[in-house]
Each structure stands twice: as C-alpha cells, then as structure tokens.
Nanobody, 124 residues
Framework: VQLQASGGGLVHPGESLRLSCVAS????????IGWFRQAPGKERREVAC????????FYSDSVKGRFTVSADNSKTTIYLQMNSLKLEDTAEYYC??????????????????WGKGTLVTVSS
C-alpha cells in the first residue's frame, strides 16, 4: 500500500486549499483514510477521517465546519478541502490508511501505512 499526499502551499488567512491523497495497492473495501497534521514543535494530531465502506467522516474540533473530507468515485483519492484557513492551520499534513478488520473497529484509531507529508503554510 502506498499513499501520496499533495496540494499543500502558501496561502493567506481566510483562503482555501484542497489536499489530495492517492492510495494505491489497497485490496479491501473497508478502510479508513485519515488526515493528520504536525505543526513545528508539536505532536502530530488527527484532523479528519473518512471510512470507505459507508462514507462516514470524523473531524477534530479545531477544523469542524471549515474542513471537509471526501472521496472520488473509486474511493482511492481522498480530498481534504480546507476553507477559512487560519494561521494555526500551518503544519505538515499527512494522510494515512487504516486497514479495518471489521465493522466494530474504530476507524483511524491505528493507522497501518503513512504517506509523506505536504506542507501547508498560512501566513499574512
């Protein structure tokens, strides 16, 4: 399994960006793609999660209402639409995949593979 994140860049506060995560080599229908971010000097934190089998999503409180996670029809490209960006959204953003073992498993709790990050800088 490989993951490739892209779409980062430099934007001003209030602007938008869309990140993409392309997942390849996934051979099951039930998995979850998580978006995480790590700001300089801080721990990596989950931002959003998308479950492939039913499209359920999860957002951290810090981005709820501003970020939206979605997928293309094949569900192998997962997008993170980031609106109303703030200075504190500046971070390296990573996508990762959780190969779920069953319906009772909590998605994005334990990630199996990670992609390289894409840098988002929000600056005035």
């Amino acid at each position: 399994v490989q993951l490739q994140a892209s779409g980062g860049g430099l934007v001003h506060p209030g602007e938008s960006l869309r990140l993409s995560c392309v997942a390849s080599g996934v051979s099951r229908d039930d998995y979850a793609i998580g978006w995480f971010r790590q700001a300089p000097g801080k721990e990596r934190r989950e931002v959003a999660c998308f479950r492939s089998i039913d499209g359920t999503t999860f957002y951290s409180d810090s981005v709820k209402g501003r970020f939206t996670v979605s997928a293309d029809n094949s569900k192998t490209t997962i997008y993170l639409q980031m609106n109303s960006l703030k200075l504190e959204d500046t971070a390296e953003y990573y996508c990762a995949i959780d190969l779920l073992q069953g319906p009772g498993e909590v998605p994005c709790y334990s990630m199996d593979y990670w992609g390289k990050g894409t840098l988002v800088t929000v600056s005035s």
